[in-house]
């Protein structure tokens, strides 16, 4: 029988979950080992959408990439992911960080998905090395050519299926990249410090973008959801090549926003 346990070990193939942030909750996180896990749905968030999925689809276990428990829970309700996995018997194993840093996780993903649109030299290195050998969050690339804020943001807009994206007030030519994954604007300054033009994330606060204007940097937000939508494709197609004999299903769902562009309500 196909169980949690051997997910668990595939996963942890790809993303060790030992390269973890201290601050993190990747691992098994609902359900135990022994549990049956033939029929798999991955996905970015566990979010109900995602769990109704996956019971229409028969799912024994989820995979994810952002922990469905995350921060120490007081109290449980009937509405909570977390009460509903456990009630419909689905198992959870979350990989965050983990697959941030994988070399064939998020971040690379999304520098093959981008090299030939950015006309990058295919040179890319760690943007902040975290792990002992190398490995980090995001990286940094040079293109070939010099972009302005507003070209260089449409085709990050296409690339990741953007409403919008929001960037910086800025007439400074970019070339040397930054890329991170997620919500990263806290390492702006890094990214500042290794001489990039721009840091292309998610989730920027209101006073990263003056930090980065007093920086002389280049910010463009695409959204969390929107760069690490692939988590689900990524993990799916690494169980399957694994486990040859699971059933599996790639699943983001829909970003939990949208943008309101004006004109006829969506």
Known sequence: MLTVNKIY?????????????????SGLLVGDGDMPAKRILTALDISMEVIEE???FGAQLIVAHHP??????????RKE?????????IAAICVHTPLDIAPAGLNVYAHDLLKKRLS????????EPSWTDGRGFGWMDNSRIEW???????QLREAFDCDGVRYSRTSKKLRRMAFCSGSAASIL????????????TGDIKHDRWYAAEYAGLALIDCGHFQTEQFA???LAEHIQAAVPEAVVRAFSGKAPAVCFMGGDTP
């Open 232 to 234: 689900a494709k990524i």
């Open 120 to 127: 990058l030299e295919d040179v890319p290195s760690v943007l």
């Open 189 to 200: 300054e890094l990214a500042v410090a290794k001489g990039c033009d721009v840091l292309i």
């Open 148 to 154: 302005t804020i507003e070209a260089l943001a449409e």
């Open 68 to 77: 469905v428990i995350f921060s120490p829970l007081k109290s449980l309700s």
């Open 81 to 89: 992911p977390v009460y509903q996995l456990a009630a419909k018997g």
């Open 54 to 56: 996956a019971e229409r």
């Open 9 to 25: 070990q595939v996963i942890n193939d790809l993303a060790p979950f030992s390269s973890q942030e201290s601050w993190d909750n």
